[in-house]
């Protein structure tokens, strides 16, 4: 049973008391004195040539400072790629400049072209409707597999063409899997598209700009998952600024979703702009700014072939997809459809050969790089479906189907380079079957034809890949970055403690779990343990948080420093308690010698690490304060099964949801309640894609969802009440606290559990339909019912 504190416990999140009181402090609530305020004039066409910009009328108005283009950029770097990919020709990618203000060229519709620096945003917002911009426009490229046909207008002049790069994986297996999908007994194909999505996290970006002329120091504070990559890369490869010199603060942050790891164009803007103006410069996104200026997400299409013997079993799998970067390379981009989609490409399942091709290709369209899942949910819902599909062929139930080639045997190492260490897949789709009451779907589906509905129940099962790892190996893949974790763990004399982490909090928890993991190492209350994260100046240099990583990773590290205090204090104790250092043992907030009745408390031993009165300076250095980085050897590989269960209204072609049920295997849980948070919220955000949201441009390049009137985020009433179960628990094997990670995992395994569960309840209708493409609106699977 989970203790009243520590670790297995629902401690209520400590942060939300000042988030619910009005006391969180986020980077718009930054206002410095003298502050001058940003306003960027952006595009409003997708492609075309800058002949010229007149600021002569707008420089003269009211409140403005300073009014900047291009040409103020001259010699300054361009936001950088923190991804190299070969491609399977052994070629690097083509990596075009991404320059802070448009060069000669505007690449999308919302790219910044000016910015407007003045006293007030009004005042800027003004001006900036006063400049002239002059724009040849040209044709757009929109469509990727047009935009790599030969002659296709190129997005940048100085590549040879819109193709990014063109990457085989496993490339040797490329042979050996055509010739087995040519003699299968059975391949199913299937065409999907994964839909370009806007992460529309609550809080907007946000982006303050500070300069020291007396120390020639810069601060920026922005919306950053990873304030010490931002700093690197802004630093070393944009502006030139010494680390040393530049500091960035990550406060409060109001949920990212991916979005918020890349270094944008805002951030050195600002910065930059700073120094220049001799005045702290703000930046603040309008929402209508943020749906063409923040990142996106997904956006690939694909042609999926799974071979099958006579029984169902996996022979071979190959999956051809075209993977969508924007105008530009965006931070981690080039890796989310390659090493973060086709290494997960064997799912659950033993599938002996595989083989992964993608293009990726430049487009006249926001930059797209990682959203909540990033790479894994395109892979599963690719498997899934094709899975689902192959079922419905082979006349096989879908759970039988899985079942049949589900790995049961660990450590297993896939074609696709990547070892599971551990899991149960027949465990997790057992505890599904009985939450999802399968056997009584029957009567609920007859119940709802009564009714005129049609009644679907859609199956999926999920693997991702958390906490990246290890560095050496992502260094080989082309990361431009070491992919470790940090800790420093400060006990003060009184026995408090302080734990700095390089993890970034922005809706998880940390402040909460972080601090029961090394309270419950240690045996004291959870308040006191402070958790520090989001500051450069006061916190060891770290990665962030993405990637289903912190406790994985940041917790690790924790860890490993928390170790180094225990041994530590140990060793003061044992001189106090005058017993040999080995025979020393630390429970429940105390330090004991085994095998007597002698022991001191902790307070008294962190207080004497303070004032060493009773143990040889030579022997132990006062104070009690440690870091520990975490490298770790391997992901972290949970899994699950999803089952969603949905009603069909044949006369409009709309989608209910009824109920959704998971199982997860999560090894090792810190905090329940905080994993069921973020396990339901990957769930909406599933149900969001697989129903309602899509990011749309017309063939001219304009986006047509750049709003909450035409981009349809899931509401309350959208989504069911969630049962989620994580009972089902393998630890990890890897890592000291055998944990995985939960916070995508929600929404990797929910769209093809939604899609599946619509197919199925035409299908049982009498539909010939085999597949819809996301999101499931109501005009499509009108469309599809009706031929």
């Given at each position: ?8 416990a629902?401690?209520k999140?400590?942060e ?24 960027f ?10 002949n010229?910009i ?5 420089a003269?108005?009211?409140?403005v ?8 950029f001259?010699?300054?770097?361009g ?34 072209i000016a ?11 003004t ?7 002059d ?15 030969d ?16 990457w ?10 055509d010739a087995?999908?040519k003699?299968?007994h059975h391949?199913?194909t ?7 999505l806007?992460a ?20 920026l504070?922005?919306?950053s ?60 996104s ?7 200026s923040?990142?996106h ?13 006579e029984?169902?079993?996996f ?12 105008a ?18 064997a ?13 990726a ?35 096989i ?11 049961t ?6 074609p ?16 599904l ?9 029957p ?31 992502v ?19 009184t ?32 308040n006191?343990v ?6 450069t100046?006061?916190?060891?240099m770290g990665m962030g ?23 530590k ?26 095998g007597t ?17 009773n ?13 520990a980085?975490?490298?770790?050897a ?15 209204d044949p ?14 295997d ?5 905090n329940?309640m ?7 919220g ?7 894609q697989a129903?309602l ?35 089902c ?14 916070g ?7 769209p093809p559990?939604?899609?599946?569960a619509?197919v199925d ?7 010939d ?17 009706n031929?």
């Amino acid at each position: 049973m989970p203790k009243d504190g520590g670790i297995g416990a629902s401690s209520k999140r400590r942060e939300d008391v000042r988030f619910l009181t009005g006391q969180g402090r986020y980077t718009d609530d930054i206002n410095l004195q003298n502050q001058t305020y940003a306003y960027f004039l952006r595009s409003d066409v997708a492609h075309g040539v800058i002949n010229g910009i007149d600021t002569a009328a707008a420089a003269a108005m009211d409140g403005v400072v300073q009014i900047f283009t291009a040409k103020d950029f001259e010699g300054v770097g361009g936001i950088p790629c923190g991804w190299q990919v070969t491609d399977r020709f052994g070629e690097a990618m083509q990596e075009p400049k991404h320059p802070v203000l448009a060069e000669g060229k505007v690449r999308h519709v919302g790219d910044p072209i000016a910015v407007v620096v003045a006293e007030s945003l009004e005042q800027a917002r003004t001006a900036a409707e006063a400049i002239e911009v002059d724009i040849s426009e040209l044709p757009v490229v929109m469509d990727m597999k047009e935009a790599v046909k030969d002659g296709a207008t190129k997005v940048h002049d100085d590549l040879t063409s819109n193709l990014c790069y063109d990457w085989g994986f496993v490339e040797e297996n490329r042979d050996a899997v055509d010739a087995a999908i040519k003699g299968a007994h059975h391949v199913t194909t299937l065409e999907l598209v994964n839909n370009r999505l806007i992460a529309n996290p609550m809080e907007p970006r946000v982006a303050v700009g500070d300069w020291s002329a007396g120390t020639d120091d810069y601060t920026l504070y922005t919306t950053s998952q990873n304030p010490h990559v931002i700093r690197l890369l802004m630093g070393a490869f944009v502006l030139g600024i010494p680390e040393h010199k530049l500091r960035v603060v990550a406060p409060d942050v109001g949920g990212g979703f991916g979005s918020k790891i890349y270094h944008y164009a805002e951030e050195a803007f600002c910065t930059f702009a700073a120094k220049q103006v001799r005045r702290p410069v703000k930046w603040t996104s309008s929402r209508s700014e943020a749906f063409m200026s923040d990142a996106h997400g997904r956006d690939h299409v694909t042609k999926i072939e799974l071979a099958m013997d006579e029984q169902g079993k996996f022979l071979a799998l190959r999956t051809d997809t075209y993977a969508n970067m924007g105008a530009y390379l965006s931070t981690f981009a080039p890796s989310i459809p390659t090493w973060l989609h086709g290494t997960l490409m064997a799912g659950n399942y033993t599938t002996p050969l595989i083989y992964v091709n993608v293009k990726a290709v430049f487009t006249n369209t926001v930059p797209v790089d990682a959203y909540r899942g990033a790479g894994r949910p395109e892979a599963t819902f690719q498997l899934e479906r094709v899975i689902d599909k192959a079922a419905y062929e082979m006349g096989i139930d879908p759970v039988e189907l899985r079942r049949r080639n589900f790995i049961t045997e660990f450590p297993y190492a896939t074609p696709v380079a990547v070892e599971y260490d551990t899991g149960d897949y027949n465990a997790t789709m057992d505890k599904l079957l009985e939450l999802a009451d399968r056997d009584g779907f029957p009567a609920r589906r007859a119940e709802s034809a009564k009714h005129g509905k049609l009644r679907g129940l859609g199956i999926a099962h999920y693997i991702e890949a958390c906490g990246i790892a290890p560095s050496n190996l992502v260094g080989q893949l082309g990361a431009r970055a070491g992919l470790y974790e940090s800790a420093t763990v400060r006990v003060n004399a009184t026995g408090g403690l302080v734990v700095m982490t390089g993890s970034h909090s922005h809706g998880q928890g940390h402040e909460t779990s972080f601090a029961q993991v090394v309270a419950d190492m240690i045996g004291i209350d959870e308040n006191m343990v402070e958790v520090v994260h989001g500051d450069t100046a006061n916190t060891p240099m770290g990665m962030g948080t993405y990637g289903s990583r912190s406790i994985a990773v940041g917790g690790s590290a924790m860890v490993r420093a928390t170790e180094k205090i225990i041994n530590k204090a140990k060793k003061i104790a044992a001189h106090l308690l005058e017993a040999s250092e080995g025979d020393i043992e630390l429970k429940d907030g105390a330090f004991s010698v085994a095998g007597t009745d002698k022991s001191v408390a902790w307070g008294d031993v962190t207080l004497a690490a303070y004032v060493p009165h009773n143990y040889p300076l030579e022997d132990i250095e006062p104070g009690l304060e440690e870091t520990a980085f975490y490298d770790p050897a391997n992901f972290t590989y949970p899994s699950g099964g999803y089952a969603c269960e949905v009603e069909v209204d044949p006369e409009t072609g709309k989608v209910d949801v009824l109920a959704f049920h998971a199982a997860d295997d999560f090894g090792n849980i810190i905090n329940p309640m905080i994993v069921d948070g973020q396990v339901q919220g990957g769930l909406a955000q599933g149900i969001g894609q697989a129903l309602l949201e899509n990011c749309a441009y017309d063939d001219q390049g304009q986006l047509l969802s750049g709003s909450y009137m035409d981009y349809t985020m899931p509401r309350a009433g959208d989504v069911p009440m969630f049962s989620v179960d994580h009972s089902c628990v393998t630890p990890c094997t890897h890592n000291p606290l055998g944990v995985k990670g939960c916070g995508e995992a929600g929404a990797i395994g929910s769209p093809p559990a939604v899609v599946n569960a619509v197919v199925d309840a035409l299908r049982a209708a009498g539909h010939d339909v085999t597949h819809i493409d996301m999101p499931l609106t109501p005009a499509r699977v009108w469309a599809a019912m009706n031929g």
